[in-house]
């Protein structure tokens, strides 16, 4: 995943008072987890109105939620290189990166947290990865269409067999990850492509 925490947003005063109050939220998350959210704190350190805070965002899914929309929002798709294992290998250093960063890592695990306990949260994080894979699964539709991967590879789920196993040693199993864990996922799911595992005419 590759997010600018820095990238400019449309002015005027209720888009900078969304900023200032995501921009908190997710500093709380880094601190707290999503369970330490606290509205009330999340407005001073935002310097917001209490009042503002919880008449638009309810309470913390509603902040979880505007957050992953806003994350979504910011990341930044990559051009096709032509190089199928260099473009997976890309995929999963984001994934690693994004896992591994204090912040950002720490607000992944939050959002996952939320997704479930609350269906709201749950279609907040759905459409994120959504729309995470759906921008690299389009280097594997190009890679088909050269002819390296069988026709009919589900470009989702190569994507997604990369992700998993960082996330699950990340989430799941507490595992350390690093480039090499990230390197093996993508040589097993390419192995596996090729073959034709991800193909929708496979037995």
Known sequence: MDVSPGTLRPGGRTARVREAVLEATQ???GEHGFHGLNMDQIADRAGVGKTTVYRRWGGPIGL???LM???ADRS????????LEA???????SVLDALTDPRLGATLQ?????ATC?????????QFYARRIGEWARRIDLAVHRGELPAGTDSADVIRAISAPLYYRTVVSREPVDARTAAR???VALAAARAGAFADNCD
Request: proline share 0%.
């Open 27 to 29: 500093d709380a998350l």
């Open 64 to 66: 979880i939620t505007d």
């Open 69 to 71: 929309t806003d994350l």
């Open 76 to 83: 930044v798709a990559h051009a096709d290189t032509g190089d």
């Open 87 to 93: 473009d997976l290998l890309e995929n999963a250093t």
């Open 110 to 114: 939050a959002m996952i947290a939320a």
């Open 118 to 126: 609350d269906n709201a949260a749950a279609t907040a994080l759905h």
């Open 185 to 187: 996922a993508v040589a």
